[in-house]
C-alpha cells in the first residue's frame, strides 16, 4: 500500500494511541512544521535527514527537567539508532501531541464541582476534547507516562519501515533483519538510515507496530568513555551559552518593551505621568493596554527606566488584603467562624470517615503553611512580530495553545495567524501555565509596527505571579487501645485553586474574574496531596474553600507540598505520643503499598537511621503521588540565624537528606537523579522561607533576596537511591518535593523537642 506523507502521518499518528476517529471529525487542524530538504518523515514523532540524523519532535516545554532527552532515548532505543545521530526539534501545539492523559485528570477542573465525574484518557469525548483545543499541555509529570508508548511505536514504525526496505534490497525476509547503531544489520550486511530512510516511507505501515520486547531504560548502564551513554541533549548549549532563551531571541529592527501590570485583579488602568519619561534617553514610545502600560525603548534598561517614571495608577476590583487579612480567613474557615466561608465539602472518604471522634480518644493539630511564589530564574519574556496580518511569538509556555488563542483573541485575528516557536524555559514549576505576557506583546508588535521583545522585571514578575496557595489545616486522629490509628480527619482550608487556574487556563478568564467564577467550589485537587498511604480503616478528608482575593496557581508538588507536609509531620507526633519508633511505625501501616515500605526500609540503610530516638536529629518522612513513591530521612540541628556551614540558615541547620525513591522503569538515571536532587533542594526552600506575605494587595517578597532561598554552602549532603523496577515509568518532577520539609520538621522535633507546624518553619519563630 503506498501512502502519502500526510496518509502516514495521520496513520503512524493513530497507531500511537494519540488520536482516534480522524474520519469522524472536523478536519481543520493544523499540519506539523513543514518539512525541510530532503527529510523521510516517519510520523509526527520523528524524521530522517538526509544525513542520517534522526529528528525527535518535542511538544513539551523544556523546563530544565530534560523531557527531550528522555523521549528521544525511547525512540533512540526503540529504533536502534546512534545517539551522536540524535537530535531533538521543538515542536509546536497540533492535535497529534494532544496529552489525552492530563485531559482526564483536568476534566472535572471544568465540570460543576457537584459532578464526581474523572473520565478516563482513553475515552473517546476526552480525546476529542483534547485534539479540538490542541491540549498540548507540560504539566503534572505527564510528559513520560502519558507519551512514551506513542513515541515507542512511532520508532518501532520506522524500524519497521526501514527493515522492509532494506530486506527487499537484499532479497531477504523482514523478520531476519534488525538495527543496530543507525544501520539495518543482516548478518553481515548493513546498510545505515540515510540510505534507505526516502526509499522506506513508501512500504506499508504495520499495525500494531511491532515494539521489542525488552523495554527503554538504562538504570545500570555503564558510561560511554567519559560520557554517559545517554547524555542530556540540551546540556553543552546550556553550559556554554549558546542555548537561546525567549529573551535571547534577536530580530532585525526589533525594540526592547517592559511592562507595569499592577498586581493580579487589577481591573483598569487609571492613569499614567507620561512626562515623567520624556527624558528617558532610548525611549521610543508608550503603549497603553486596558491593563497595563508599556515603555518602548532601544535597550530594556531604558524601558524599565521609562516605565518606572510613569508611575500608573490601577483600579482593583477585590479587596486588597494584607498577609494578616488572608491568615485570618483560613483560621476562620478552618474553625467555621466564617459564615459563608465556613462550608467544607467532604472530597475523600474512607470506611466510616471521621463518625465516632466524640468521646474517643485521639490527638489534633493545626498548621499554618504560607503562600509560595514560583521564584523562576527567568522571568517572563516575549519576543512578538508582527507583519501582514499575521503574529509571531517566541515565548516559553506550558500551555502554548492557550497563549496563541490569547494573542489571536487581543489583535482580533485568526487563530491560523498565530504562529507560535516554543522556547525552552529557566525554570517554571508551573509558572508558565499562566501566559499573561502574549496579549500584550502582541499588541505592542501591532502598535509599534516592529518586532518588540517584552521582558518583566524581577519585581513586575513577583507582583504577577499566582502563587501556591496558603493553607490552614486541622487534622485529627482517633486512637485505639493498642495506640493505632483507627481514624483520620484532614480538614484543609484554601482557595479551589486548580480551578481558578483552569479557568484562567482554558476560559481565558483573568485575575479576579477567575477568583470570582470559582468562589466557593470544592476542588478535590486542594486536598488530594493529604490522602495518607497507610492502611487506616476511617478516612475523612474535607475542603474549606476560601475567598481570598489573591490569585493562586499550580505549583511544584502541587497539593501535595503542603499535604504531605501536614499529614506526615501528624503522623510522627502520634508515633511520638505512643512511644513508637517513627521508621517502623510507619511501615506497620501500609498494609499493601508495598513500594513505599519498600521505599522506609531501604532509606534507614542509606540514612544511617538511628530509630529517631529523641535528641538524634533525625526526622522521617515518606510519601506516594503521581505513580512514584519516596521515603526521606533527614538530619537537621538547630543552627544559627545566619548561614555558618552546610543548611545552616534562619535557625536551623540540616546536615544531611537522604531519600529512596521507586519510580518504576528509569528511562534516563542522569536525568531522574538531577530531577530528585532539584526537587529535595526546592522541598528545602520551601522550608527555610520561601514564602510571601502581601501588604495592601501586593506581594512582600518581590526580589530573590527576599525569599530565604538556599544558597551553595545551605546544601547539605544529599543521598538518592532507586529501587530498580519494571513498573510502568512515573514522574519524577514533583515527587523529590513533598517529604523534604516534614522530614526536616520532624527531625527538629528530634533535636529541640519543639513541634513546627507552620511552613515556612522558623516563621512563628523558636
Known amino acids: 500500500m503506498h501512502i502519502t506523507r500526510r496518509g502516514l502521518l495521520i496513520t503512524a499518528a493513530a497507531g500511537t494511541g494519540l488520536t482516534v476517529a480522524w474520519a469522524l471529525w472536523p478536519r481543520r487542524y493544523d499540519n506539523p512544521p513543514g ?35 528522555v523521549l528521544a532515548q525511547i525512540v533512540a532505543e526503540e529504533l536502534g539508532a546512534d545517539w551522536r545521530t540524535i537530535a531533538i526539534e521543538p515542536a509546536p501545539p497540533v492535535p497529534v501531541f494532544a496529552n489525552t492523559m492530563l485531559a482526564s485528570e483536568w476534566a472535572p477542573l471544568l465540570l460543576p464541582p457537584v459532578l464526581a465525574l474523572q473520565p478516563d484518557a482513553n475515552d473517546i469525548l476526552v480525546r476529542r476534547w483534547a485534539a479540538m483545543r490542541e491540549f498540548v499541555v507540560t504539566a503534572g509529570d505527564t510528559e513520560v507516562t502519558a507519551y512514551e508508548a506513542g513515541y515507542r511505536a512511532a520508532a518501532a514504525t520506522a524500524r519497521s519501515l526501514l527493515c522492509q526496505a532494506a530486506a527487499d534490497r537484499w532479497g531477504a525476509t523482514v523478520e531476519e533483519t534488525d538495527t543496530r ?3 539495518v544489520v543482516w ?3 548493513k546498510l545505515r538510515f540515510a540510505e534507505l530512510a526516502a526509499e522506506a516511507v513508501g512500504y506499508a505501515v504495520p499495525d500494531p507496530a511491532p515494539l521489542r520486547t525488552t523495554l527503554p531504560g538504562n538504570v545500570r548502564a555503564e558510561p560511554v568513555g567519559d560520557a554517559p551513554p545517554f547524555a542530556r541533549l540540551d546540556l553543552p548549549g546550556k553550559v556554554d551559552g549558546s542555548a537561546t532563551f525567549a529573551g535571547d531571541v534577536r530580530l532585525p529592527d526589533m525594540v526592547y518593551a517592559a511592562i507595569r501590570q499592577g498586581p493580579v485583579g487589577a481591573t483598569a488602568l487609571v492613569g499614567v505621568d507620561r512626562k515623567l519619561a520624556d527624558g528617558v534617553t532610548g525611549l521610543i514610545d508608550i503603549v497603553q493596554g486596558e491593563d497595563w502600560v508599556a515603555a518602548a525603548a532601544t535597550s530594556w534598561w531604558a524601558a524599565d527606566k521609562a516605565v518606572n517614571r510613569l508611575r500608573p495608577r490601577f483600579l482593583h476590583s477585590g479587596k486588597r488584603r494584607s498577609g494578616e487579612d488572608v491568615a485570618e480567613l483560613l483560621a476562620k474557615a478552618i474553625e467555621g467562624k466564617s459564615g459563608d466561608w465556613g462550608t467544607g465539602y467532604r472530597m475523600i472518604e474512607r470506611g466510616e470517615g471521621d463518625a465516632g471522634f466524640a468521646g474517643g480518644r485521639g490527638l489534633a493539630a493545626r498548621y499554618a503553611i504560607a503562600a509560595a511564589p514560583h521564584a523562576t530564574l527567568e522571568t517572563g519574556a516575549v519576543t512578538a512580530r508582527f507583519a501582514d496580518n499575521r503574529l509571531e511569538l517566541w515565548v516559553a509556555s506550558q500551555a502554548p495553545a492557550a497563549a496563541r488563542r490569547r494573542a489571536a483573541k487581543a489583535l482580533g485575528i485568526a487563530l491560523a495567524n498565530v504562529q507560535i516557536y516554543p522556547m525552552p524555559a529557566g525554570g517554571s514549576f508551573d509558572r508558565r501555565l499562566d501566559d499573561d505576557l502574549v496579549a500584550p506583546a502582541a499588541i505592542l508588535a501591532r502598535d509599534l509596527r516592529r518586532p518588540v521583545q517584552l521582558t518583566r522585571s524581577r519585581q513586575e514578575e513577583a507582583v504577577r505571579d499566582p502563587v501556591r496557595t496558603p493553607v490552614a489545616a486541622r487534622v485529627a486522629a482517633l486512637i485505639d487501645e493498642q495506640a493505632n490509628i483507627a481514624a483520620l480527619s484532614v480538614k484543609i482550608a484554601c482557595p479551589p485553586s486548580a480551578r481558578e487556574s483552569a479557568q484562567r487556563l482554558f476560559n481565558d478568564s483573568h485575575g479576579m474574574e477567575a477568583i470570582a467564577d470559582t468562589s466557593g467550589d470544592a476542588d478535590r485537587m486542594a486536598v488530594s496531596g493529604a490522602m495518607v498511604p497507610y492502611d487506616i480503616a476511617n478516612v475523612a478528608i474535607d475542603h474549606y474553600p476560601v475567598r481570598i ?41 501500609l498494609g499493601q503499598n508495598i513500594r513505599l515500605a519498600n521505599c522506609l526500609t531501604r532509606v534507614a540503610g542509606l540514612a544511617e ?21 519516596i521515603a526521606v530521612v533527614a538530619s537537621a540541628s538547630r543552627g544559627g540565624s545566619g548561614t555558618d556551614g552546610a543548611g545552616a540558615r534562619g535557625g536551623f541547620r540540616v546536615e544531611r537528606l537522604s531519600a529512596v525513591v521507586d519510580a518504576g522503569r528509569i528511562i534516563n538515571h542522569d536525568i531522574a537523579l538531577q530531577q530528585i536532587e532539584g526537587g529535595m533542594i526546592f522541598g528545602l526552600a520551601m522550608a527555610m522561607g520561601c514564602a510571601t506575605g502581601w501588604t495592601d494587595g501586593y506581594p512582600d517578597a518581590r526580589a530573590l533576596r527576599d525569599l530565604s532561598l538556599p544558597q551553595l554552602a545551605d546544601i547539605p549532603e544529599i543521598r538518592v537511591d532507586f529501587i530498580e523496577s519494571q513498573e510502568p515509568p512515573a514522574g519524577l518532577g514533583e515527587i523529590g518535593v513533598p517529604a523534604v ?5 520532624n527531625a527538629l522535633a528530634s533535636a529541640t523537642g519543639l513541634r513546627f507546624r507552620q511552613l515556612p518553619l522558623l516563621s512563628g519563630g523558636l
Open 741 to 745: 520539609a516534614p522530614a526536616i520538621a
Open 609 to 629: 537511621w538511628d530509630g529517631g530516638l529523641d535528641n538524634s536529629g533525625q526526622g522521617v518522612a515518606c510519601c506516594s503521588w503521581n505513580g512514584a513513591h
Open 35 to 69: 518539512l525541510i530538504g530532503d527529510e523521510a518523515v516517519f510520523g509526527a514523532y520523528l524524521r530522517i535527514a538526509a544525513n542520517g540524523t534522526v529528528i525527535v519532535s518535542n511538544p513539551h516545554c523544556e523546563m530544565g527537567q530534560g523531557v527531550g532527552t
Open 549 to 589: 482575593d489573591i490569585p493562586t496557581g499550580r505549583w511544584r508538588g502541587n497539593g501535595a507540598s503542603y499535604g504531605v507536609f501536614v499529614t506526615e509531620s501528624f503522623i510522627d507526633e502520634l508515633a511520638a505520643q505512643a512511644r513508637r519508633e517513627p521508621l517502623s511505625y510507619r511501615v506497620q501501616m
Open 187 to 189: 548478518g553481515n550486511e
Open 181 to 183: 547503531d543507525g544501520f
